[in-house]
């Protein structure tokens, strides 16, 4: 007789945690299978253009004659007289100063004395020589006593030629010793006083001559690299009183640095100065400089792109952004120049830039409030 066997099988269980691990799988899939819609983000931009932008320096300086001209002897001697002081107005030819003139003189009637020696010992050649030569024609005397009379002759002549050119020396010594102005203007320095004995060459006055007027800058290597030229227009006015404006042109630039402050000077023509703008007043000047095509935009539409300077640039087509890199040429408070990475008519996100990513599409919110 066959012993039937029964054998036992434990039902398995699943557990309580079973049937909700199941959904959430099912959920995961279905979920991967169905991309959600980018948000659509709303920003404010601007469409950028490039324009002809200069860096805008403000400078000091002071105004001065465009020439000025320091009157001085040609010789040394007592300054005896000066008729004129700082701030008079002088005429071209005027005398201004005048030296001790008694040796001049003294020289000048000696070299006139020379003179009328030498003529009358002319008049007494020319005599012995026309005796000569009418006994020569007689053969009263010999050519060779002739020939000797001719150079005695010739000789005397040379002689008042040379006393003639000494006078003339004599006359112009004499007259370095009174000083003229050679230009119309006014003293705006004066170097010596009456009864001081003077250095031939030492300025006894300066004039500062009519007929133009400069505002004189001084300004580093940097700024004159940076663009500026000759014939660049600038803004000027006066550092006391700023109603006080003219229009002015820079007509030149100093070829040297100065020693001291190794700055270049610069000087600006005065275009029909105001009477208000005296000379040696402090003025002040505005130009531009480096003037180029770039665009401008608003500091906040920068962004980075791998530690660099980058914006986001809005597609027209699809109003998608895209992250791009730029060059800076130079920051201004609120606002960057840009030389490269953008042309004109692309459209540059200026608000939201943190919350964009590559790709994302954005809603424009130009002419909303």
């Not at 050649?125 to 001719?150: G, I, W």
């Not at 030629?161 to 004599?170: T, V």
């Not at 320095?189 to 001084?218: H, N, S, W, Y």
């Not at 940076?226 to 630039?253: F, H, M, P, S, Y």
């Amino acid at each position: 007789m066959k012993t039937l066997k029964f054998i036992y099988r434990q039902p398995v269980r699943l557990g309580r945690f079973a049937f909700p691990i199941a959904v959430a799988a099912l959920l995961g899939a279905c979920e991967k299978k169905s991309e959600p819609t980018p948000a659509i983000r709303p920003v404010r931009s601007i469409v950028v253009e490039k324009r002809e932008i200069g860096d805008p320096i403000v400078v000091t300086g002071h105004l001065r004659a465009r020439d000025e001209v320091n009157l001085a002897f040609r010789l040394s001697g007592k300054m005896i007289e000066r008729t004129l002081d700082v701030g008079d107005k002088v005429q071209a030819g005027q005398t201004v100063a005048r030296l001790d003139d008694q040796l001049e003189r003294n020289a000048r009637n000696a070299a006139q004395a020379e003179l009328f020696a030498a003529e009358a010992a002319v008049e007494q050649a020319e005599a012995s020589e026309a005796r000569m030569r009418a006994l020569v024609k007689k053969n009263a005397v010999s050519q060779e006593a002739y020939d000797l009379d001719l150079r005695h002759l010739k000789t005397a002549r040379a002689q008042v030629d040379a006393a003639q050119a000494l006078l003339k020396s004599a006359d112009d010594q004499l007259g370095y010793t009174i000083l003229k102005s050679d230009a119309d203007g006014v003293i705006t320095k004066k170097g010596a006083e009456p009864g001081e004995v003077v250095q031939a060459g030492r300025m006894i006055l300066t004039v500062a001559c009519d007929g133009g007027r400069d505002a004189v800058f001084d300004m580093p290597a940097q700024v004159i690299r940076e663009g500026l030229a000759v014939g660049q227009e600038v803004d000027l006015w006066l550092a006391d009183n700023q109603e006080i404006t003219a229009a002015g042109k820079l007509r030149e630039i100093s070829p040297q640095a100065d020693p001291v402050t190794r700055n270049y000077q610069v000087k600006v023509e005065v275009v029909d100065p105001p009477s208000g703008m005296f000379l040696g007043a402090t003025a002040v000047g505005s130009l531009k400089l480096q003037v180029a095509p770039l665009i401008e935009i608003p500091s906040s539409a920068l962004t980075m792109i791998e530690d660099k300077p980058a914006v986001w640039v809005v597609d027209a087509k699809d109003q998608r952004v895209h992250r791009r890199g730029i060059a800076i040429a130079r920051h201004a408070p609120d606002s960057v120049m840009v030389t490269d990475g953008l042309e004109t008519g692309e459209r540059v996100v200026t608000a939201g830039v943190q919350q964009l990513h590559e790709d994302q599409p954005v809603k424009l919110l130009e002419g909303k409030p």
